[in-house]
């Protein structure tokens, strides 16, 4: 393997950092855009201030649960396909850590935050208990993870980079 492969390979265990964009005013059943809204909520309450309180009470070891339209086994299946289904699905809560939490950008209904945190955090439930903690509901409009341990976004390889490296190994 090329050696920035390697590294990066190496490197899934660590930390995560994202970049999160979350939408107040609708949630939807998987706390993403994959699913239609599901419900309406006030947000004109919610300022910065009020944001900037509650993420407060998401860094450190939490509790969470994963969303029902997630990759976990319940029984043996996947969570996803039981909810695509139409089942109920009962998720269990699993300790994560968030490590930072830090507000880019608030032009309500839109914020934009950069989250570091241990492997297995879901970053679409974070985005719905946000909503719960500000009074209001929410979900996650545009993800980008940015850092899997020491290996960052600007760090990856260009397509154009990739075909090169690929050609060199025939």
């Known amino acids: 393997l090329h050696p920035r492969v390697r590294r ?31 419900a309406e909520f006030p947000y004109t309450h919610v300022d910065r201030e009020c944001l900037e309180q509650a993420v407060l009470q998401f860094v450190g070891e939490i509790e969470q649960f994963p969303p029902s339209y997630s990759a976990v086994r319940v029984d043996g299946v996947r969570a996803y396909e039981m909810a695509r289904r139409g089942d109920e699905v009962e998720m269990k809560s699993r300790k994560v850590t968030v490590r930072e939490i830090e507000i880019l950008k608030v032009e ?53 980079e990739i075909i090169g490296i690929l050609g060199e190994n025939l």
């Open 8 to 38: 990066q390979r190496q490197m899934c265990i660590r930390d995560r950092e994202y970049v999160a964009e979350i939408t107040f005013g609708h949630t939807t059943p998987s706390y993403d855009l994959e699913t239609s809204f599901d």
């Open 108 to 160: 309500f209904p839109i914020v934009e935050l950069r989250i570091v945190c241990s492997k297995g955090t879901y970053i679409r439930s974070f985005s719905h208990d946000l909503g719960k903690a500000c009074g209001s509901g929410s979900h996650l409009s545009a993800l980008r993870r940015t850092r899997v341990g020491d290996f960052r976004e600007e760090d990856g390889f260009k397509m154009d």
